[in-house]
Nanobody, 129 residues
Framework: QVQLVESGGGSVQTGGSLRLSCAAS????????MAWFRQAPGKEREGVAS????????YYADSVKGRFTISQDNAKNTLYLQMNSLKPEDTAMYYC??????????????????????WGQGTQVTVSS
């Protein structure tokens, strides 16, 4: 049974930092793409950062580029998201995602939810001004 479990969310002030973790179990971590998505109330889920787990190549949404860093510890099957210089508009539920079960995900679809087979339960990030 595949499980992705996020942790590390919380409440911070503008300019603060948080580090999210996503522990994967029952999952062939190194063969897939991992990503962080977020969803604010009333808004669609959006991808913010992704990593091709075998090559380590990363991609970021323009809204977080230069502030967020996605990384991984393959030995621990754990994905991270370091978030610096947080802004109120970063407030959302953050989800870890993994996939696909077969093949890979093209760069054009990295920030679309549909190619990802597995999702965590989410961790809340709240940034106050």
């Amino acid at each position: 049974q595949v499980q992705l479990v996020e942790s590390g969310g919380g409440s911070v002030q503008t300019g603060g930092s948080l580090r999210l973790s996503c522990a994967a179990s029952g999952y062939t971590y190194s063969r897939n793409v991992m990503a962080w998505f977020r969803q604010a109330p009333g808004k669609e889920r959006e991808g913010v950062a992704s990593i091709y787990t075998r090559s380590g190549i990363t991609y970021y949404a323009d809204s977080v580029k230069g502030r967020f860093t996605i990384s991984q510890d393959n030995a621990k099957n754990t994905l991270y998201l370091q978030m610096n210089s947080l802004k109120p508009e970063d407030t959302a539920m953050y989800y870890c995602a993994g996939g696909p079960d077969g093949g890979s995900i093209g760069t054009r679809d990295l920030f679309s939810p549909w190619p990802y087979n597995y999702w965590g339960q989410g961790t809340q990030v709240t940034v106050s001004s």
